[in-house]
T-cell receptor, first 115, second 115 residues
Framework: SAVISQKPSRDICQRGTSLTIQCQVD?????MFWYRQQPGQSLTLIAT?????????ESGFVIDKFPISRPNLTFSTLTVSNMSPEDSSIYLC????????????FGPGTRLLVL | GENVEQHPSTLSVQEGDSAVIKCTYS??????FPWYKQELGKGPQLIID?????GEKKDQRIAVTLNKTAKHFSLHITETQPEDSAVYFCAASMDYGGSQGNLIFGKGTKLSVKP
Protein backbone atom coordinates (compact mmCIF):
# COMPACT_ATOMS: atom_id res chain seq x y z
CA SER A 1 0.00 0.00 0.00
CA ALA A 2 1.08 3.58 -0.65
CA VAL A 3 2.32 5.73 2.22
CA ILE A 4 1.08 9.30 1.90
CA SER A 5 2.12 12.30 3.97
CA GLN A 6 0.61 15.76 4.01
CA LYS A 7 1.89 19.09 5.26
CA PRO A 8 0.75 20.95 7.24
CA SER A 9 -1.35 18.59 9.33
CA ARG A 10 -3.44 21.52 10.51
CA ASP A 11 -3.50 25.30 10.28
CA ILE A 12 -5.50 28.30 11.38
CA CYS A 13 -5.62 31.06 8.79
CA GLN A 14 -7.10 34.51 8.40
CA ARG A 15 -9.70 35.17 5.75
CA GLY A 16 -8.35 36.55 2.50
CA THR A 17 -5.06 34.67 2.78
CA SER A 18 -3.95 31.54 0.89
CA LEU A 19 -2.59 28.22 2.11
CA THR A 20 -0.62 25.65 0.12
CA ILE A 21 -0.97 22.01 1.16
CA GLN A 22 1.68 19.51 0.18
CA CYS A 23 1.17 15.82 -0.54
CA GLN A 24 4.09 13.37 -0.79
CA VAL A 25 3.80 9.70 -1.80
CA ASP A 26 6.44 7.03 -1.22
CA UNK A 27 6.11 5.62 -4.75
CA UNK A 28 5.48 6.95 -8.23
CA UNK A 29 1.80 7.22 -9.11
CA UNK A 30 0.07 8.29 -12.28
CA UNK A 31 -2.73 10.31 -10.76
CA MET A 32 -3.26 12.02 -7.45
CA PHE A 33 -6.61 13.23 -6.17
CA TRP A 34 -7.61 16.07 -3.87
CA TYR A 35 -10.74 15.82 -1.73
CA ARG A 36 -12.51 18.16 0.65
CA GLN A 37 -14.29 16.91 3.75
CA GLN A 38 -16.36 19.60 5.43
CA PRO A 39 -17.02 19.23 9.17
CA GLY A 40 -19.09 16.14 9.84
CA GLN A 41 -19.60 15.54 6.13
CA SER A 42 -18.54 13.08 3.49
CA LEU A 43 -15.70 13.35 1.00
CA THR A 44 -16.06 15.44 -2.15
CA LEU A 45 -13.58 15.24 -5.00
CA ILE A 46 -12.05 18.62 -5.86
CA ALA A 47 -9.77 17.64 -8.73
CA THR A 48 -7.53 15.02 -10.27
CA UNK A 49 -3.86 15.94 -10.68
CA UNK A 50 -1.92 14.39 -13.55
CA UNK A 51 1.82 14.82 -13.88
CA UNK A 52 2.70 17.05 -16.80
CA UNK A 53 -0.78 18.34 -17.52
CA UNK A 54 -3.43 20.61 -16.09
CA UNK A 55 -5.53 19.28 -13.25
CA UNK A 56 -9.09 18.23 -13.98
CA UNK A 57 -11.61 19.94 -11.72
CA GLU A 58 -15.01 18.64 -10.63
CA SER A 59 -18.17 20.66 -10.93
CA GLY A 60 -18.23 23.46 -8.39
CA PHE A 61 -14.45 23.77 -8.07
CA VAL A 62 -12.31 26.14 -10.14
CA ILE A 63 -8.61 26.53 -10.76
CA ASP A 64 -8.48 30.14 -9.54
CA LYS A 65 -9.73 29.08 -6.12
CA PHE A 66 -7.88 25.74 -5.88
CA PRO A 67 -4.74 25.84 -8.04
CA ILE A 68 -2.91 22.52 -8.13
CA SER A 69 0.65 21.66 -9.05
CA ARG A 70 2.00 18.23 -9.96
CA PRO A 71 5.71 18.64 -10.68
CA ASN A 72 6.58 14.93 -10.52
CA LEU A 73 5.11 11.47 -9.94
CA THR A 74 5.42 11.55 -6.12
CA PHE A 75 4.36 15.07 -5.19
CA SER A 76 1.46 17.49 -5.53
CA THR A 77 0.27 20.71 -3.95
CA LEU A 78 -3.19 22.19 -3.50
CA THR A 79 -3.57 25.88 -2.75
CA VAL A 80 -6.70 27.23 -1.14
CA SER A 81 -6.82 30.84 -2.31
CA ASN A 82 -8.48 33.93 -0.86
CA MET A 83 -9.87 31.88 1.99
CA SER A 84 -13.17 32.45 3.74
CA PRO A 85 -14.63 30.66 6.79
CA GLU A 86 -16.57 28.41 4.39
CA ASP A 87 -13.24 26.90 3.33
CA SER A 88 -12.76 25.43 6.81
CA SER A 89 -12.49 21.73 6.06
CA ILE A 90 -10.22 18.73 6.00
CA TYR A 91 -8.32 18.52 2.73
CA LEU A 92 -7.22 15.02 1.74
CA CYS A 93 -4.97 13.80 -0.98
CA UNK A 94 -5.26 10.28 -2.32
CA UNK A 95 -3.64 7.96 -4.87
CA UNK A 96 -4.65 4.81 -6.69
CA UNK A 97 -8.13 3.96 -7.82
CA UNK A 98 -7.25 4.41 -11.46
CA UNK A 99 -7.74 0.86 -12.64
CA UNK A 100 -10.98 -1.01 -12.07
CA UNK A 101 -11.20 -2.25 -8.51
CA UNK A 102 -7.87 -0.66 -7.59
CA UNK A 103 -7.66 0.48 -4.01
CA UNK A 104 -7.60 4.19 -3.38
CA UNK A 105 -5.38 5.26 -0.48
CA PHE A 106 -5.79 8.47 1.47
CA GLY A 107 -3.35 10.71 3.25
CA PRO A 108 -3.90 11.81 6.86
CA GLY A 109 -5.48 15.08 5.81
CA THR A 110 -4.87 18.77 6.48
CA ARG A 111 -7.29 20.35 8.94
CA LEU A 112 -7.90 23.96 8.00
CA LEU A 113 -9.73 26.53 10.09
CA VAL A 114 -10.34 29.94 8.56
CA LEU A 115 -11.21 32.78 10.91
CA GLY B 1 -24.82 10.66 -11.98
CA GLU B 2 -24.31 8.18 -9.18
CA ASN B 3 -25.83 8.84 -5.76
CA VAL B 4 -24.98 6.82 -2.65
CA GLU B 5 -27.23 6.81 0.40
CA GLN B 6 -25.90 5.49 3.72
CA HIS B 7 -27.81 4.52 6.87
CA PRO B 8 -27.80 4.95 9.76
CA SER B 9 -25.90 8.17 10.33
CA THR B 10 -25.08 7.10 13.90
CA LEU B 11 -24.96 3.66 15.46
CA SER B 12 -24.28 2.72 19.06
CA VAL B 13 -23.71 -0.89 20.08
CA GLN B 14 -22.45 -2.77 23.11
CA GLU B 15 -19.05 -4.40 22.91
CA GLY B 16 -19.42 -7.89 21.50
CA ASP B 17 -22.60 -7.12 19.56
CA SER B 18 -22.81 -6.92 15.77
CA ALA B 19 -23.10 -3.73 13.74
CA VAL B 20 -24.63 -3.38 10.29
CA ILE B 21 -24.36 -0.36 8.02
CA LYS B 22 -26.31 -0.20 4.78
CA CYS B 23 -25.78 1.71 1.55
CA THR B 24 -27.84 2.03 -1.61
CA TYR B 25 -26.65 3.28 -4.97
CA SER B 26 -28.56 4.65 -7.91
CA UNK B 27 -26.52 3.73 -10.99
CA UNK B 28 -26.73 0.06 -11.98
CA UNK B 29 -23.45 0.48 -13.88
CA UNK B 30 -21.52 0.84 -10.62
CA UNK B 31 -19.46 -2.25 -9.96
CA UNK B 32 -16.85 -1.50 -7.30
CA PHE B 33 -17.82 -0.85 -3.68
CA PRO B 34 -15.19 -0.09 -1.04
CA TRP B 35 -15.70 0.65 2.65
CA TYR B 36 -13.48 3.07 4.54
CA LYS B 37 -12.93 3.58 8.25
CA GLN B 38 -11.96 7.04 9.45
CA GLU B 39 -10.71 7.44 12.98
CA LEU B 40 -10.61 10.83 14.64
CA GLY B 41 -7.83 12.98 13.22
CA LYS B 42 -6.89 10.51 10.50
CA GLY B 43 -7.56 9.96 6.82
CA PRO B 44 -9.95 7.23 5.60
CA GLN B 45 -8.51 3.72 5.52
CA LEU B 46 -9.85 0.96 3.29
CA ILE B 47 -11.14 -1.94 5.36
CA ILE B 48 -12.86 -4.10 2.75
CA ASP B 49 -14.15 -3.86 -0.79
CA UNK B 50 -16.34 -5.89 -3.13
CA UNK B 51 -16.85 -6.09 -6.87
CA UNK B 52 -20.14 -6.69 -8.61
CA UNK B 53 -19.28 -10.25 -9.63
CA UNK B 54 -19.21 -11.30 -5.97
CA GLY B 55 -22.14 -11.44 -3.54
CA GLU B 56 -20.24 -11.55 -0.27
CA LYS B 57 -16.72 -11.10 1.03
CA LYS B 58 -15.33 -11.69 4.51
CA ASP B 59 -12.19 -10.65 6.31
CA GLN B 60 -12.09 -11.87 9.90
CA ARG B 61 -14.78 -9.91 11.80
CA ILE B 62 -15.75 -7.80 8.81
CA ALA B 63 -17.99 -8.81 5.91
CA VAL B 64 -19.62 -7.01 3.03
CA THR B 65 -22.67 -8.20 1.10
CA LEU B 66 -23.88 -6.94 -2.25
CA ASN B 67 -27.35 -7.19 -3.78
CA LYS B 68 -27.05 -5.97 -7.37
CA THR B 69 -30.73 -6.37 -8.10
CA ALA B 70 -31.75 -4.15 -5.21
CA LYS B 71 -28.68 -1.95 -5.65
CA HIS B 72 -27.59 -2.07 -2.07
CA PHE B 73 -24.57 -3.28 -0.12
CA SER B 74 -23.93 -3.65 3.57
CA LEU B 75 -21.03 -3.75 6.01
CA HIS B 76 -21.26 -6.26 8.84
CA ILE B 77 -18.96 -6.10 11.86
CA THR B 78 -19.23 -8.97 14.32
CA GLU B 79 -17.94 -9.14 17.91
CA THR B 80 -17.46 -5.38 17.98
CA GLN B 81 -14.64 -3.91 20.04
CA PRO B 82 -14.11 -0.36 21.35
CA GLU B 83 -11.40 0.14 18.71
CA ASP B 84 -14.05 -0.32 16.02
CA SER B 85 -15.46 3.08 17.06
CA ALA B 86 -14.99 5.40 14.07
CA VAL B 87 -16.82 6.89 11.11
CA TYR B 88 -17.43 4.43 8.29
CA PHE B 89 -17.94 5.49 4.68
CA CYS B 90 -19.24 3.41 1.80
CA ALA B 91 -18.48 4.33 -1.79
CA ALA B 92 -19.32 3.25 -5.32
CA SER B 93 -17.64 3.61 -8.67
CA MET B 94 -18.02 2.41 -12.24
CA ASP B 95 -15.71 0.53 -14.57
CA TYR B 96 -14.93 2.45 -17.74
CA GLY B 97 -13.36 -0.33 -19.78
CA GLY B 98 -10.61 -1.04 -17.29
CA SER B 99 -10.42 2.44 -15.83
CA GLN B 100 -12.20 3.20 -12.60
CA GLY B 101 -14.58 6.09 -12.34
CA ASN B 102 -14.48 8.50 -9.45
CA LEU B 103 -15.52 7.19 -6.05
CA ILE B 104 -18.88 8.53 -4.89
CA PHE B 105 -19.10 8.42 -1.11
CA GLY B 106 -21.99 8.01 1.27
CA LYS B 107 -22.41 10.53 4.08
CA GLY B 108 -20.85 8.27 6.69
CA THR B 109 -21.93 6.37 9.81
CA LYS B 110 -20.51 7.21 13.21
CA LEU B 111 -20.17 3.91 15.07
CA SER B 112 -19.74 3.94 18.83
CA VAL B 113 -18.92 0.70 20.63
CA LYS B 114 -19.60 0.89 24.36
CA PRO B 115 -17.39 -1.22 26.64
Amino acid sequence: SAVISQKPSRDICQRGTSLTIQCQVDSQVTMMFWYRQQPGQSLTLIATANQGSEATYESGFVIDKFPISRPNLTFSTLTVSNMSPEDSSIYLCSVGGVLTGETQYFGPGTRLLVL
Amino acid sequence: GENVEQHPSTLSVQEGDSAVIKCTYSDSASNYFPWYKQELGKGPQLIIDIRSNVGEKKDQRIAVTLNKTAKHFSLHITETQPEDSAVYFCAASMDYGGSQGNLIFGKGTKLSVKP
